[in-house]
């Protein structure tokens, strides 16, 4: 079965405790993406990786890292996460652009 | 700027009702418009519009996409209280790395 995978689903964590999330496809697709989704913002993206070894920021990546050492995984770093990243986060992937995105089921971060 | 902006931003009614929800964008080298539907975990897909004036249906629901007024519009006839949702209207646009923009979304809710 075509699926993202995102763990963990929910996290409660403290100011500053390094926290990765992680995501992984298996449907060998190309692009993954991290996006957060806020009331009223609807969904930004965070980062993006185009394969491979090539990730970029997207629209709000203060206070994230990522990486893309291998095709299938594209993990979500907070290295010192605040507050204000209190959020649900998506992690999706395509096979290329112009082709269906596919969504992982979500993870609710809080961060006290 | 890019942005895709939705309206209304909620709507609430009654089952059996036709609602009609708008998306209109501001994209550069825009490549195509996406539907999605979140209840309440990961937005699944529901169309892809890239032609403008070409009607895309599945079941009860149907979008069209004006690329001269830049806006699109999803339909969805003789509502269920399965409808209840946000829709979310994303952009892709042809960037460097294909870009997808998301809207605020529409929380529509279905009542019997």
């Known amino acids: 079965e075509a699926q993202v995978t995102q763990n963990p689903r929910y996290l409660i964590t403290v100011t500053g405790k390094k926290l990765t999330v992680t995501c992984s496809q298996n449907?060998?697709?190309?692009?993954m993406s991290w996006y957060r989704q806020d009331p009223g913002l609807g969904l930004r993206q965070i980062y993006y990786?185009?394969?491979?070894?090539?990730?970029d920021k997207g629209d709000v990546p203060e206070g994230y890292k990522v990486s893309r050492k291998e095709k299938r995984n594209f993990p979500l770093i907070l290295e010192s996460p605040s507050p204000n990243q209190t959020s649900l986060y998506f992690c999706?992937?395509?096979?290329?652009?112009?082709?269906?995105?596919?969504f992982g089921e979500g993870s609710w971060l809080t961060v006290v | 700027e890019d942005k895709v902006v939705q309206s209304p931003l909620s709507l609430v009614v009654h089952e059996g009702d036709t609602v009609t929800l708008n998306c209109s964008y501001e994209?550069?080298?825009?490549?195509?418009l996406l539907w999605y539907k979140q209840e309440k975990k990961a937005p699944t897909f529901l169309f892809m519009l890239?032609?403008?004036?070409i009607e895309k249906k599945s079941g009860r629901l149907s979008s069209i996409l004006d690329k001269k007024e830049l806006f699109s519009i999803l339909n969805i006839t003789a509502t269920q209280t399965g409808d209840s949702a946000v829709y979310l209207c994303?952009?892709?646009?042809?960037?460097?790395?294909?870009?997808?923009?998301f809207g605020p979304g529409t929380s529509l809710s279905v009542i019997p």
């Open positions: 999706a992937s395509s096979r290329q652009s112009g082709n269906t995105i596919y």
């Open positions: 449907m060998n697709h190309e692009y």
């Open positions: 990786s185009m394969n491979v070894e090539v990730t």
């Open positions: 994209v550069t080298n825009f490549r195509s």
């Open positions: 890239t032609s403008s004036g």
């Open positions: 994303a952009v892709e646009a042809a960037t460097s790395y294909d870009k997808v923009i």
